[in-house]
């Protein structure tokens, strides 16, 4: 098949545009041979006809869908430049990704926008790993360089080229940044930050705005960072190329002069400014030509801060740095200075002498100002040997003026340039090697274009051709390497170009010979130009224009240019008058006279006219004045190029292409014809031209056998996947010159993959017709055989049906009967149960009626013996309520009474001790106040109680005789119902009954109605309680709740402040330590470098690392008694002085204390503590009773209408308990201090004075002994065995089979015996020691994990036993005798020393997993096969150009590495048992780090997103939680660590095609961020042809609904924190009682001078 076969109906190819430069268009019919129209159909719809002469002619062919957005262009099935062009712009607009590559170049869009990909995190990811695997970022091109350079020792260059604002400076910039970080420079202040630095400076004095770019670099530099032996940056270089100078005194419209003189305009009313005489940059020359004086959004003020701030960091001294502005200030000045014409005909000029310019001019350099007036309005000529002074004309002179103006800030460019190299050559080592970043201008063509143009174009012309010829030997190499037989690639060299420039009587050689000419001018040049290369010996790249006899035309790799011949010699030579150069090396400023000074090497200016004159006009007689001509510019350019050429071919280059996406500075607008334009320039096309004039295709031979099986035969293997293509491949593509076969790869011509693209989809085509003809057969049997049960189904239930409706009909005609039967019976029987109903209501009524009347008398009956039975009880418990009230105060009474006498009793008892009476003082007068105002209260109350009584009794007898009224008049009218009298009764009587009914009538009434107002109100009140009750309760659980959230949200701020604080000082205690280690490397070089110098060498018996020494001085002989103050030093012994004096204790130790006077003592104080205990006791329960009692003697109804008095009484015996119990807390406080006190002191009296004590029989008991025996001592002499056996001379093996934290119990043990015998000088020492000790320990096994987890552990349980037997620890413990020696110092030492212990723990595992994380979580496939069942994606598998294909061997590390590694570090430190929490907090960061990284990684490889690669990521990441899980670490958060790569793999596999899918989505990546999801979403890559991609408008859609998405979602930064560290909690665990005993030690670590005290 041919690829003429390709164009076929549906295929896509690209048509020329006006507008888009290519747009798409689809064939509506096939192309034949012979055909000389194509009907298209194009993108916007319209039909065109495209005319083809030739097969030849025909469009450029589109590539397949799946390749759409590739990173690497060189993948693409069709190479060309719509391919190119169209990629690019989808990546761009589409995916927002500004890096492609292109082979080995990596094309750059300038987004002019701030993008998140540039931090710490993204170095980290790509720190170490392969170009090929990672999306296409400056970062990665900067590892390959850095990779390359350490692996094969070889320098390297990165050429990053572009026209302006295309970004190549913060290309560079970033490249730098990158280096630092990875190559960490050795010195304090590092390299890169020096280089960093000097940005602002170069940007100050090298920059300007242009039309096409606000800060426009109008030179060109590369920098070579130096690297030492070990890769780490030791020092950097700077050279520039081709300063515009002549911006210094012409800018074209819209455009500035350097940033430099508009900062410091800016910045003239600064006090330190106000010396340089400056104005508004409106009133200078030299800055107002352009017409644009402010950059919109840029603050000149604040720019020249930062390159103030700038010098400082180079070490530029502040007078240096005024030195500097003076004299750009003067180069303003002298363009204001004033030159008029004179003389005949205006051949004459002059400066006026009162010129104010040239006065501020002399004076900020330091220069005679007549004679610069003078010498810039003449110059010196040489005639006949005689030296002239000739005048100038106006014009002349003002060319002069301008002239010395750039020469002056030429100089002081270079001096700029000098003086930062200086500050960057930072160490005197010579570098191992390099890294060489070219930042240099890109092609340019305006529509004038001049010298520097033309030098710049040169430039570019001879950098392609290096790109080029690099290119070109990469794709020999691949060739030969893979031993194809292959013939010479053709491509477009541009040496002839180069010859017409740089050749012999070249345009630089005819440029030169016409600048030494005396009357040479740019017409007589251009016609030795024409005459040289079109007329005697016509040039394929040379032209003359038509309408132009002072310009010509030179044909370009990238444009033809045309170029104006103006200025071209005056700035080729770059001449400045020799007189002016002499004032200023006269002058009074050192700067200034340095920048002038002659340079052997170089010569001494040129002149002019080629003469010399004297400076006095004289003629001299004799001597010919000497000339030396200088370098012209173009000679010089000449020469630098080369130089940087030879620097080039020396390195191993990588190449950086910065485009410019549109002029108008727009983020993420994209101009197709500028990108073509610079694509052409750049060399990106020609890339794709060499590479599609060979074999730009190109599969592995296993790759190939997997994307192409349905083509091939025989079965799967590695070793049949050679031979199957071998022997396929010619039937599959007849011409043996469309493809080769290689030694590990195969290799196709362009175009070649599409045919084989075409083959395999028809294969799969034709396999999908056949799989549907048994599909479709399999489907109509299925449904014959459904139609058939179905019709037989509908048969048997119609015959059913018939057969139910007969049963049904015999049914009914039965059921009609059984109906009228049963219709009858009910009728019947209803008129039968209606009469019966009726006789039993009626007897019924009748009984209720009787019934009611009968209850109605028992209810009477029974109310009455209630009501007299409660009066009666109520009288009764009346009654004994008086009585009981009686009792109990007379009991009270009688206890108050005896209470007072035991009152007394124990005051007369407490007299002896003297702080408890003072304490007590008054309190027996508060006591008798209380009581009386109980008595008083008291009296009331029995007052209130009588009145009352005398009340209800009143009361009562009144309710009695109603009562006793009522039932008369019950029983009268009963005797008269049940015996009617006949009484005559007069019409008085009459009279006064029906009036006394009346009344009562209206009685009744009143009284009905008030009952009903008090029913009404008391409704109303209990509402209103209701009410307020509610209320109060929703009040109080508003309340509780605002309460409850406030708490909850400054404990969350505070904790947050907490974590915030401790990660701080963990980061700065990190710091420290590698200051520390970076002191201890500095020291020991030091030291080498003594012993190199002839020092005398260390004796070998003595230790090279840590020696133990006491920092303290020598602690007393024990003979001498400890020294304790004399006087008491704070209010506790101020206030225990009396007491002890009462109980016998010596204050003053100087006087001896024998055993019996202590054991008195003790006696004294326990005697003293029971006593007081019983007597508080006693008074506590006695108020309690009384409490009690006072309580019982109010009744409970009574409680409410308690008065106010009693009240207060109350609350001031509870206030008088509380502070007495208090008083009790605090006395017994301070008798457990007088304990330790008094037993500490009968210690150190045994120790001290041993021969002193009495006989064994005579001593006295001693209770608290043990707590302070069981000790080890360990004497002076053997404080420095004891840290070397113990600490630094313990090794691996034997370290580990000690048992845990023993080391650290014998140093606590020790310490302890030395502080209970007084020596607290030693106990110090010893205690400092051994913590230096564990620091050097720690640092000798700074790569050991079972050594530091041993040290960590010893470190952990030293602190908490100095805590445990601390002053603040023991104050609220008997069984613990707090330390007499301070070590809280020590103890914060140790509390650091355990957080650099576990840092360094972290570190070391985090050093051995940060290698296999990727390889071990993405790549390694633990479900064997199913990445190898998946078919590759086309063209995804190609590797870079120059690159070998990393074969995935059996070393590779898997996830049992992985697991092997967390195993080590989770057995270590359950070794040494330590404690749970702080497992899990080591692995909560393990699995932190483990889940950034490798989410990072699968953030930036497009490879790794796809599903089956999801799959086994998903797999590998539950083997993690497994283990976790199994070793009990996931209660710590190491689980949930792992959740944004779980929900990361989870992406890969769900749907994404229906707006469900996208909620879904949103919904459950709850904790992966907005840039995240976008980015996965769009690398994500489908596995074979029958899956589809991501669509934008999916995305689209997922970006609209991740913006609703609440704020309280997880960072917006795309890459996670691998540096984020999360601070560490130590828990405090008072460890068990230590006692020598029980502390096993064995005879390896050689203890035995150790003695049990």
Same mark, same amino acid.
């Given at each position: 098949?041919e690829?003429v076969?390709?164009?076929?109906?549906? +295929?896509?190819?690209?048509?020329?545009d006006?507008?888009?430069?290519?747009i798409s268009?689809?064939?509506?019919?096939?192309?034949?041979?012979?055909?000389?129209?194509?009907l298209?159909?194009? +993108?916007?719809?319209r039909?065109?006809?495209?005319?083809v002469?030739?097969?030849a002619?025909?469009?450029?062919?589109?590539?397949?869908? !799946?390749? =759409?957005?590739?990173?690497?262009?060189?993948?693409?099935?069709?190479?060309?430049?719509?391919?190119v062009?169209h990629?690019?712009?989808v990546?761009?607009?589409?995916y927002?990704?500004?890096y492609t590559?292109?082979g080995?170049?990596l094309?750059?869009?300038?987004p002019?926008?701030? /993008?998140p990909i540039?931090?710490?995190?993204?170095?980290d990811?790509?720190s170490?790993?392969?170009?090929?695997?990672?999306?296409?970022?400056?970062?990665?091109?900067a590892?390959?360089?850095?990779?390359?350079m350490?692996?094969?020792?070889?320098?390297?260059s990165?050429?990053?080229?572009?026209?302006?604002g295309a970004?190549?400076?913060?290309?560079a910039?970033?490249?730098?940044?990158y280096?630092?970080?990875?190559?960490?420079?050795?010195?304090?202040?590092?390299v890169?930050e020096k280089?960093?630095?000097?940005?602002?400076?170069?940007?100050?004095?090298?920059n300007?705005?242009?039309?096409?770019?606000? *800060?426009?670099?109008?030179?060109?530099?590369?920098?070579?960072?130096?690297?030492?032996?070990?890769?780490? !940056?030791?020092?950097?270089?700077?050279?520039?190329?081709?300063?515009?100078?002549?911006?210094?005194?012409?800018?074209?419209?819209?455009?500035?002069?350097?940033?430099?003189f508009?900062?410091?305009?800016?910045?003239?009313e600064?006090?330190?400014?106000?010396?340089?005489?400056?104005?508004?940059?409106?009133?200078?020359?030299?800055?107002?030509?352009?017409?644009?004086?402010?950059i919109?959004?840029?603050?000149?003020?604040?720019?020249?801060?930062?390159?103030? *701030?700038?010098?400082?960091?180079?070490?530029?001294q502040?007078?240096q740095?005024m030195?500097?502005?003076?004299i750009l200030s003067?180069?303003?000045?002298?363009?204001?200075?004033?030159?008029?014409?004179?003389?005949?005909?205006?051949? #004459?000029?002059?400066i006026?002498?009162?010129?104010?310019?040239?006065?501020?001019?002399?004076?900020?350099l330091?220069v005679?100002?007549?004679?610069?007036?003078?010498w810039?309005c003449?110059?010196?000529?040489a005639?006949g040997?005689?030296?002239?002074?000739?005048?100038?004309?106006?014009?002349?002179a003002?060319?002069?003026r301008?002239?010395?103006?750039?020469? !002056?800030?030429?100089?002081?460019?270079t001096?700029?340039v000098?003086?930062?190299n200086?500050?960057?050559?930072a160490?005197?080592a010579?570098?191992?090697?390099?890294?060489?970043v070219?930042?240099?201008?890109?092609?340019?063509?305006?529509?004038?274009?001049s010298?520097?143009?033309?030098?710049?174009?040169?430039?570019?012309e001879?950098?392609?051709?290096?790109f080029?010829?690099?290119?070109?030997?990469l794709?020999?190499?691949?060739?030969?390497?893979?031993?194809l037989?292959?013939?010479?690639i053709?491509?477009?060299?541009? $040496?002839?170009c180069? +010859?017409?420039?740089?050749?012999?009587?070249?345009?630089?050689?005819?440029?030169?010979?016409?600048?030494?000419?005396?009357?040479?001018?740019?017409e007589?040049?251009?016609?030795?130009?024409?005459d040289?290369?079109?007329?005697?010996?016509?040039?394929?790249n040379?032209?003359?224009?038509?309408?132009?006899n002072?310009a010509f035309?030179i044909l370009?790799?990238a444009?033809?240019?045309?170029?104006?011949?103006?200025s071209?010699?005056?700035?080729?030579?770059g001449?400045?008058?020799?007189?002016?150069?002499? !004032?200023?090396?006269?002058?009074?400023s050192e /700067?200034?006279? =340095?920048l002038?000074?002659k340079?052997?090497?170089?010569?001494?200016?040129?002149?002019?006219?080629?003469k010399s004159?004297?400076a006095?006009?004289?003629?001299?007689?004799?001597k010919?004045?000497?000339?030396?001509?200088?370098?012209?510019v173009g000679?010089q350019?000449?020469?630098?190029?080369q130089?940087?050429?030879?620097?080039l071919?020396?390195?191993?280059?990588?190449?950086?292409?910065?485009?410019?996406?549109?002029?108008?500075?727009?983020?993420f607008m994209?101009d197709?014809?500028?990108?073509?334009?610079?694509?052409?320039?750049?060399?990106?096309?020609?890339?794709?031209?060499?590479?599609a004039?060979?074999?730009?295709?190109?599969?592995?031979y296993?790759?190939?056998?997997?994307?192409?099986r349905? &083509?091939l035969?025989?079965?799967?293997s590695?070793e049949?996947?050679h031979t199957s293509?071998?022997?396929?491949?010619?039937?599959?593509?007849?011409?043996p010159?469309?493809?080769?076969?290689?030694?590990?790869?195969?290799?196709?011509?362009?175009?070649?993959?599409?045919?084989?693209?075409?083959?395999?989809?028809?294969? &799969?085509?034709?396999?999908?017709v056949?799989?549907?003809?048994?599909?479709?057969?399999?489907?109509?049997?299925?449904?014959?055989?459904?139609?058939?049960?179905a019709?037989?189904?509908?048969?048997?239930?119609?015959?059913?049906?018939?057969?139910?409706?007969?049963?049904m009909?015999?049914?009914?005609?039965?059921?009609?009967?059984v109906?009228?039967?049963?219709?009858?019976?009910?009728?019947?029987?209803q008129?039968?149960?209606?009469?019966?109903?009726a006789?039993?209501?009626?007897?019924?009524?009748?009984?209720?009626t009787l019934?009611?009347?009968?209850?109605?008398?028992?209810v009477?009956?029974?109310a009455?013996?209630?009501?007299?039975?409660?009066?009666?009880?109520w009288?009764?418990r009346?009654?004994?309520?008086?009585?009981?009230?009686a009792?109990?105060?007379?009991?009270?009474?009688?206890?108050?009474?005896?209470?007072?006498?035991?009152?007394?009793?124990?005051?007369?008892?407490?007299?002896s001790?003297?702080?408890?009476?003072?304490?007590?003082?008054?309190?027996?007068?508060?006591?008798?106040?209380?009581q009386?105002?109980?008595?008083?209260?008291?009296?009331?109350?029995?007052?209130?109680?009588?009145?009352?009584?005398?009340?209800?009794?009143?009361?009562?007898?009144?309710?009695?005789a109603?009562?006793?009224?009522? $039932?008369? &008049? =019950?029983?009268?009218?009963?005797?008269v119902t049940?015996?009617?009298?006949?009484?005559?009764?007069t019409?008085?009587?009459?009279?006064?009954?029906?009036?006394?009914?009346?009344?009562?009538?209206?009685e009744i009434?009143?009284l009905?109605?008030?009952?009903?107002?008090?029913q009404?109100? #008391?409704?109303?009140?209990?509402?209103?309680?209701?009410?307020l009750?509610?209320r109060l309760v929703?009040?109080?659980k508003?309340?509780?709740?605002?309460?409850?959230?406030?708490v909850s949200?400054?404990?969350?701020?505070?904790r947050?402040?907490v974590?915030?604080?401790r990660?701080?000082?963990?980061g700065?205690?990190?710091?420290f330590?590698?200051?520390?280690?970076?002191?201890d490397? /500095?020291?020991?070089?030091?030291?080498?470098t003594e012993?190199a110098?002839?020092?005398?060498?260390?004796?070998s018996?003595?230790?090279?690392?840590?020696?133990?020494?006491?920092?303290?001085p020598?602690?007393?002989?024990?003979?001498?008694?400890?020294?304790?103050?004399?006087?008491?030093?704070?209010?506790e012994?101020?206030?225990?002085?009396?007491l002890?004096?009462?109980?016998g204790v010596?204050?003053?130790?100087?006087v001896?204390?024998?055993?019996?006077?202590?054991?008195?003592?003790?006696?004294?104080?326990r005697?003293?503590?029971?006593?007081?205990?019983?007597?508080?006791?006693s008074?506590h329960?006695?108020?309690?009773k009384?409490?009690?009692?006072?309580?019982?003697t109010?009744?409970?109804g009574?409680?409410?209408?308690?008065d106010?008095?009693s009240r207060a009484?109350?609350?001031d015996v509870?206030?008088?308990?509380?502070? #007495?119990?208090q008083?009790?807390?605090r006395?017994r406080?301070?008798?457990?201090?007088?304990r330790?006190?008094?037993?500490?002191?009968?210690l150190?009296?045994?120790?001290v004075?041993?021969?002193?004590?009495?006989?064994?029989?005579?001593?006295?008991?001693?209770?608290?002994?043990?707590?302070?025996?069981?000790?080890?001592?360990?004497?002076?002499?053997?404080?420095?065995? /004891?840290i070397?056996?113990?600490?630094?001379d313990?090794?691996?093996?034997?370290?580990?089979?000690?048992?845990?934290?023993?080391?650290?119990?014998?140093?606590?043990?020790?310490?302890?015996?030395a502080d209970?015998?007084?020596?607290?000088?030693?106990?110090?020492?010893?205690?400092?020691?051994?913590?230096?000790?564990?620091?050097?320990?720690v640092?000798?096994?700074?790569?050991?994990?079972?050594?530091?987890?041993?040290w960590?552990?010893?470190?952990?349980?030293?602190?908490?036993?100095?805590?445990?037997?601390?002053?603040?620890q023991t104050?609220?413990?008997?069984a613990?005798?707090?330390?007499?020696?301070?070590l809280?110092?020590?103890?914060?030492?140790l509390?650091?020393?355990c957080?650099q212990?576990?840092?360094?723990l972290?570190?070391?595992?985090?050093?051995?997993?940060?290698?296999?994380?990727?390889?071990?979580m993405?790549?390694?496939?633990t479900?064997?096969?199913?990445s190898?069942s998946?078919?590759?994606?086309l063209?995804?598998s190609?590797?870079?150009?120059?690159?070998?294909p990393?074969?995935?061997g059996?070393?590779?590390?898997?996830?049992?590495?992985?697991l092997r590694?967390l195993g080590?570090?989770?057995?270590?430190?359950?070794?040494q048992?330590l404690?749970?929490s &702080?497992?899990?907090?080591?692995?909560?960061?393990?699995?932190?780090l483990?889940a950034?990284?490798?989410?990072?990684?699968?953030?930036?490889?497009?490879?790794?997103?796809?599903?089956?690669?999801?799959m086994?990521?998903?797999? *590998?990441?539950?083997?993690?939680?497994e283990?976790?899980?199994?070793h009990?670490?996931q209660?710590?958060?190491?689980?949930?660590?792992?959740?944004?790569?779980i929900?990361a793999?989870?992406?890969?596999q769900?749907?994404?095609?229906t707006?469900a899918?996208?909620?879904?989505?949103v919904?459950?990546?709850?904790?992966?961020?907005k840039p995240?999801?976008?980015?996965?979403?769009?690398?994500?890559?489908?596995d074979?042809d029958?899956?589809?991609?991501?669509?934008?408008?999916f995305i689209?859609t997922?970006?609209?609904?991740?913006?609703?998405?609440s704020?309280?979602?997880?960072?917006?930064?795309?890459?996670?924190?691998?540096?984020r560290?999360?601070?560490?909690?130590?828990p405090y665990q008072?460890?068990p009682?230590?006692?020598?005993e029980?502390?096993?030690?064995?005879d390896?670590?050689?203890?035995?001078?150790? #003695?049990?005290?």
């Amino acid at each position: 098949m041919e690829t003429v076969e390709l164009y076929c109906k549906g +295929a896509s190819v690209w048509v020329a545009d006006p507008d888009t430069v290519w747009i798409s268009a689809q064939l509506l019919q096939d192309y034949s041979p012979g055909d000389k129209q194509l009907l298209l159909q194009l +993108a916007d719809g319209r039909e065109v006809q495209y005319p083809v002469a030739s097969a030849a002619n025909l469009p450029p062919m589109g590539n397949p869908d !799946i390749l =759409e957005g590739e990173n690497d262009l060189t993948a693409l099935s069709f190479l060309h430049e719509p391919a190119v062009l169209h990629n690019l712009r989808v990546r761009f607009l589409d995916y927002n990704s500004i890096y492609t590559y292109c082979g080995i170049v990596l094309v750059a869009i300038n987004p002019y926008d701030q /993008l998140p990909i540039y931090g710490e995190e993204v170095v980290d990811a790509y720190s170490g790993q392969d170009m090929a695997d990672m999306e296409p970022h400056i970062f990665s091109v900067a590892e390959e360089a850095y990779r390359t350079m350490t692996r094969e020792e070889k320098n390297q260059s990165i050429i990053i080229s572009g026209e302006s604002g295309a970004g190549k400076t913060v290309s560079a910039k970033f490249t730098m940044r990158y280096f630092a970080v990875v190559g960490g420079a050795s010195q304090q202040t590092s390299v890169e930050e020096k280089v960093l630095a000097s940005n602002p400076i170069m940007e100050s004095i090298g920059n300007a705005k242009t039309t096409r770019n606000d *800060n426009s670099s109008r030179f060109g530099k590369y920098i070579e960072i130096g690297f030492g032996s070990k890769g780490d !940056i030791i020092g950097a270089n700077m050279r520039t190329y081709l300063l515009e100078k002549s911006r210094v005194v012409f800018q074209a419209s819209a455009e500035r002069n350097y940033h430099i003189f508009y900062q410091l305009c800016a910045s003239r009313e600064l006090p330190e400014m106000r010396a340089l005489k400056l104005d508004a940059a409106e009133h200078f020359r030299y800055t107002n030509q352009g017409g644009d004086m402010v950059i919109p959004g840029t603050d000149d003020q604040v720019d020249l801060e930062r390159t103030r *701030n700038a010098f400082t960091v180079l070490g530029v001294q502040h007078d240096q740095q005024m030195e500097l502005f003076r004299i750009l200030s003067a180069v303003l000045h002298l363009g204001n200075v004033n030159i008029q014409a004179s003389g005949r005909g205006g051949d #004459r000029s002059y400066i006026d002498g009162k010129d104010c310019s040239l006065a501020v001019f002399s004076k900020l350099l330091g220069v005679e100002g007549p004679q610069m007036a003078h010498w810039l309005c003449h110059r010196r000529l040489a005639v006949g040997g005689e030296m002239l002074v000739k005048p100038m004309s106006g014009q002349q002179a003002v060319e002069a003026r301008d002239a010395l103006a750039k020469h !002056i800030y030429g100089q002081l460019f270079t001096w700029t340039v000098h003086r930062l190299n200086s500050a960057l050559r930072a160490q005197r080592a010579k570098p191992k090697s390099f890294i060489g970043v070219l930042d240099i201008y890109g092609f340019e063509t305006f529509d004038r274009n001049s010298f520097e143009q033309f030098c710049i174009n040169y430039a570019n012309e001879k950098l392609q051709q290096q790109f080029n010829r690099h290119v070109f030997h990469l794709e020999q190499e691949e060739y030969v390497r893979e031993e194809l037989a292959w013939s010479r690639i053709e491509f477009s060299d541009n $040496q002839p170009c180069i +010859a017409l420039i740089e050749g012999h009587l070249g345009l630089l050689d005819l440029l030169d010979e016409e600048c030494r000419m005396p009357k040479g001018t740019e017409e007589s040049w251009a016609r030795k130009l024409y005459d040289q290369h079109q007329s005697s010996k016509p040039h394929p790249n040379f032209r003359k224009p038509r309408m132009s006899n002072t310009a010509f035309i030179i044909l370009h790799f990238a444009d033809t240019v045309q170029y104006e011949c103006d200025s071209f010699l005056d700035k080729n030579r770059g001449t400045v008058f020799e007189e002016p150069i002499n !004032i200023l090396r006269a002058s009074q400023s050192e /700067l200034v006279a =340095e920048l002038f000074q002659k340079d052997p090497a170089e010569g001494s200016v040129s002149l002019s006219g080629g003469k010399s004159s004297l400076a006095n006009g004289s003629i001299s007689s004799g001597k010919r004045a000497h000339r030396e001509h200088k370098l012209t510019v173009g000679f010089q350019f000449r020469q630098s190029l080369q130089l940087l050429m030879d620097t080039l071919n020396s390195t191993t280059p990588h190449y950086v292409r910065c485009i410019k996406p549109n002029d108008c500075k727009e983020p993420f607008m994209f101009d197709p014809k500028r990108a073509v334009q610079q694509l052409r320039a750049c060399g990106v096309l020609e890339t794709i031209r060499i590479s599609a004039a060979g074999f730009p295709s190109r599969w592995t031979y296993e790759e190939f056998f997997r994307r192409y099986r349905v &083509l091939l035969r025989g079965t799967w293997s590695k070793e049949q996947a050679h031979t199957s293509c071998r022997q396929t491949l010619p039937e599959l593509i007849p011409d043996p010159d469309q493809y080769c076969f290689g030694k590990t790869k195969v290799f196709f011509r362009a175009g070649q993959v599409a045919i084989l693209e075409r083959l395999r989809s028809e294969r &799969l085509r034709a396999a999908g017709v056949i799989i549907q003809s048994w599909v479709r057969g399999w489907l109509a049997r299925i449904q014959y055989t459904r139609i058939r049960w179905a019709t037989l189904t509908l048969q048997r239930y119609c015959r059913g049906a018939l057969a139910r409706r007969l049963v049904m009909t015999i049914h009914y005609t039965k059921a009609a009967l059984v109906i009228q039967k049963t219709y009858r019976m009910v009728a019947i029987r209803q008129l039968f149960l209606m009469i019966r109903q009726a006789t039993v209501t009626i007897q019924a009524f009748t009984r209720g009626t009787l019934a009611r009347r009968r209850h109605k008398q028992m209810v009477a009956e029974r109310a009455a013996v209630l009501l007299q039975s409660t009066v009666r009880g109520w009288l009764a418990r009346q009654a004994y309520r008086r009585v009981r009230s009686a009792v109990v105060l007379m009991q009270c009474c009688v206890r108050r009474r005896a209470a007072r006498r035991q009152l007394l009793k124990l005051k007369a008892e407490a007299r002896s001790v003297e702080k408890y009476r003072e304490l007590n003082k008054g309190m027996e007068v508060k006591v008798m106040q209380l009581q009386m105002r109980v008595d008083q209260q008291a009296r009331d109350r029995a007052a209130l109680k009588e009145t009352l009584h005398a009340e209800r009794e009143a009361h009562s007898a009144e309710l009695d005789a109603l009562r006793g009224a009522l $039932q008369r &008049l =019950e029983s009268q009218k009963q005797h008269v119902t049940l015996h009617p009298v006949p009484v005559v009764v007069t019409e008085k009587e009459m009279e006064e009954k029906r009036r006394a009914e009346e009344k009562t009538a209206q009685e009744i009434s009143r009284l009905t109605q008030e009952l009903q107002a008090l029913q009404t109100e #008391r409704e109303r009140l209990a509402k209103e309680n209701e009410e307020l009750t509610s209320r109060l309760v929703e009040q109080e659980k508003r309340q509780e709740e605002c309460v409850r959230d406030a708490v909850s949200q400054a404990g969350e701020s505070l904790r947050a402040e907490v974590d915030d604080e401790r990660r701080k000082y963990q980061g700065l205690l990190r710091e420290f330590t590698r200051l520390e280690q970076r002191y201890d490397n /500095l020291k020991e070089m030091s030291l080498i470098t003594e012993h190199a110098k002839g020092h005398r060498r260390t004796d070998s018996t003595q230790s090279v690392g840590w020696e133990p020494t006491s920092p303290t001085p020598m602690s007393p002989s024990f003979s001498n008694p400890p020294l304790f103050p004399s006087t008491p030093t704070s209010p506790e012994e101020v206030r225990r002085e009396p007491l002890m004096e009462r109980m016998g204790v010596a204050k003053d130790t100087a006087v001896k204390m024998r055993g019996e006077d202590l054991g008195h003592a003790y006696d004294a104080v326990r005697v003293a503590n029971k006593f007081l205990e019983g007597q508080l006791r006693s008074q506590h329960s006695q108020w309690e009773k009384e409490r009690k009692s006072m309580g019982n003697t109010q009744p409970r109804g009574d409680v409410a209408l308690a008065d106010p008095p009693s009240r207060a009484l109350h609350q001031d015996v509870q206030e008088l308990l509380d502070a #007495r119990e208090q008083e009790c807390v605090r006395l017994r406080r301070e008798v457990k201090e007088l304990r330790s006190t008094v037993t500490v002191r009968r210690l150190l009296a045994q120790t001290v004075l041993p021969s002193s004590l009495p006989p064994e029989g005579s001593t006295p008991s001693q209770p608290k002994a043990v707590a302070v025996t069981c000790l080890l001592e360990c004497r002076k002499k053997d404080e420095a065995k /004891l840290i070397k056996n113990l600490i630094t001379d313990v090794r691996g093996h034997s370290a580990l089979s000690l048992p845990p934290g023993l080391p650290a119990s014998v140093l606590f043990l020790c310490v302890r015996q030395a502080d209970c015998s007084g020596d607290q000088t030693r106990a110090r020492s010893l205690c400092s020691a051994a913590v230096t000790g564990m620091k050097g320990a720690v640092k000798k096994h700074n790569n050991d994990i079972d050594m530091t987890a041993l040290w960590m552990k010893n470190t952990c349980l030293l602190n908490d036993l100095l805590t445990q037997h601390s002053t603040k620890q023991t104050l609220g413990s008997e069984a613990l005798v707090p330390l007499t020696c301070d070590l809280s110092d020590l103890s914060r030492t140790l509390s650091d020393l355990c957080i650099q212990t576990y840092q360094q723990l972290l570190s070391i595992t985090e050093a051995r997993l940060q290698n296999i994380i990727v390889t071990a979580m993405l790549e390694s496939e633990t479900i064997p096969g199913l990445s190898g069942s998946a078919a590759l994606k086309l063209g995804g598998s190609r590797k870079r150009a120059g690159s070998d294909p990393r074969g995935v061997g059996s070393d590779a590390p898997t996830m049992a590495s992985v697991l092997r590694e967390l195993g080590a570090l989770h057995t270590a430190l359950s070794r040494q048992a330590l404690p749970a929490s &702080l497992v899990e907090q080591a692995f909560h960061q393990l699995t932190y780090l483990i889940a950034a990284s490798a989410l990072n990684s699968l953030l930036l490889r497009k490879d790794m997103c796809c599903w089956s690669r999801g799959m086994q990521i998903r797999y *590998n990441v539950s083997l993690l939680e497994e283990w976790l899980r199994c070793h009990g670490l996931q209660a710590g958060g190491a689980v949930a660590m792992l959740e944004p790569l779980i929900q990361a793999v989870q992406l890969l596999q769900v749907g994404k095609k229906t707006e469900a899918d996208a909620q879904a989505i949103v919904q459950t990546c709850t904790a992966l961020a907005k840039p995240q999801i976008v980015k996965i979403l769009t690398l994500y890559t489908p596995d074979s042809d029958l899956e589809e991609r991501v669509t934008l408008n999916f995305i689209r859609t997922i970006q609209g609904l991740l913006k609703e998405r609440s704020d309280g979602q997880p960072s917006q930064q795309l890459l996670m924190d691998v540096r984020r560290v999360f601070p560490v909690t130590f828990p405090y665990q008072p460890p068990p009682a230590l006692h020598a005993e029980h502390l096993h030690i064995p005879d390896s670590i050689k203890l035995s001078f150790l #003695r049990k005290a």
